[in-house]
């Protein structure tokens, strides 16, 4: 008979008040590179695809910040042995085989480590990622060094910590007192937790200095995308030209399926293209004849809203109009004003300027106006 695939959960440890890291709200919660210290955590569990359940384990008082998280959440207690063991009763039934308890602060823990603790428990009761101490070590008192440890054999714990499901239930339901973390609740029951090669980007936050230092880590694996988008649009009759979702007056209008605005079109396709989302005509296909004379916004919110669903944020966009008439010059804040409406971006992520083609080709036989455009996605 095949034995079946193990189910994995993680319990996120996110009960504490971190008092110690200062900003005057628990740590957790506090904001980091784009986003909460929690929402990296729990991104990065949700994200590894042998995870088949996470359950975050919170404090009572913090039920408006844990709604936010995706991901269930229960009470903890007042200790940590406590919370934990609240994580685990609400996994009971589950048919859960394995678990991963992380500390939610720990929000650089990678996709690596997660693995290799998995990947240890194929063999081990438990497993848990460390880092070999290499600094001399010091006894002190009164601020004077009295002495000095040997640091031969000593680790220093991080987590996830995994076990066996029912192994560490058991071990948690009987142990008395208060322990560290999960690895001294598992060897008090008797289980053997190997050890996995750690990472010193999973530091656990504590202090405000530790902030900076794990935003710097996650901010060097930002995922950031540029796109480019170019469109043309001859001219027809009319009395205005709708540039960059602005009319400006002209003697001739834009021939389009819809408002034919150049400037907001080549934006658009600029957005799609770093996603690699294709084009307007893609999304909005010209032969559909509800698109007829439609506003271009349309088209252009369409794409902020992919890029948003994606976890994506509009960093800048930059968007030249070339053309000989009519200028642009006068009208451009007002173009950029509005694009930053539309969008959701302040004027000053929008750049909308013009250049001629020095009377060569269509634009320059005042044909036509072209755009071209370049945007800028940061994953958050």
């Not at 408002?259 to 559909?288: C, K, N, Q």
């Not at 698109?291 to 919110?301: N, P, Q, R, V």
């Not at 642009?328 to 971006?345: C, D, Q, S, Y």
Request: with cysteine.
């Amino acid at each position: 008979m095949k034995t079946p695939a193990p189910k994995i959960a993680a319990i996120l440890v996110a009960a504490g008040r971190g008092t110690r890291a200062g900003g005057g709200l628990p740590k957790q919660w506090r904001t980091l590179a784009g986003r909460r210290v929690a929402d990296w955590t729990v991104a990065a569990f949700s994200a590894h695809t042998d995870i088949s359940e996470i359950v975050a384990v919170t404090h009572s008082d913090d039920d408006a910040e844990a709604t936010n998280l995706d991901v269930p959440f229960v009470h903890g207690g007042a200790t940590r042995d406590a919370s934990v063991r609240a994580g685990l009763e609400a996994l009971t039934g589950r048919g859960i085989t394995h678990v991963l308890i992380h500390d939610v602060a720990r929000a650089g823990v990678s996709e690596r480590i997660i693995s290799d603790v998995i990947d240890a428990l194929g063999t081990a009761e438990g497993a848990a990622p460390a880092l070999a101490v290499t600094d001399a070590l010091w006894r002190g008192s009164d601020g004077a060094v009295d002495g000095t440890q040997d640091r031969a054999g000593l680790w220093r714990a991080q987590t996830p910590q995994g076990f066996h499901y029912d192994a560490i239930l058991a071990a948690h339901r009987s142990y008395a007192g208060s322990a560290a973390d999960d690895v001294e609740v598992a060897r008090a029951a008797g289980l053997k937790v190997v050890i996995v090669n750690g990472d010193e980007a999973n530091l656990k936050i504590t202090t405000p200095e530790d902030f900076a230092r794990v935003e710097k880590i996650l901010r060097g694996t930002m995922d950031i995308r540029l796109g480019n988008g170019f469109d043309v649009h001859a001219f027809t009759d009319g009395d205005h030209v709708t540039l960059c979702g602005v009319a400006v007056p002209h003697d001739r209008g834009l021939k389009g399926h819809s408002d034919a605005d150049v400037g907001m079109h080549a934006v658009t396709d600029a957005i799609y293209g770093a996603l690699a989302e294709g084009d307007i005509g893609r999304h909005f296909p010209p032969s559909d004849m509800q698109w007829k004379g439609a506003d271009s916004a349309i088209f252009l919110k369409h794409a902020v809203a992919l890029a948003t669903s994606k976890g994506y944020a509009i960093s800048n966009i930059d968007c030249t109009l070339i053309c000989e008439r009519p200028k642009v010059g006068p009208h451009a804040a007002a173009m950029m004003t509005r694009m930053g409406e539309i969008m959701g971006l302040r004027p000053d992520q929008v750049s909308v300027k013009a250049t001629t083609s020095e009377r060569l080709g269509f634009t320059g036989r005042e044909e036509g106006i072209a755009a071209i455009a370049t945007a800028t996605l940061v994953k958050t």
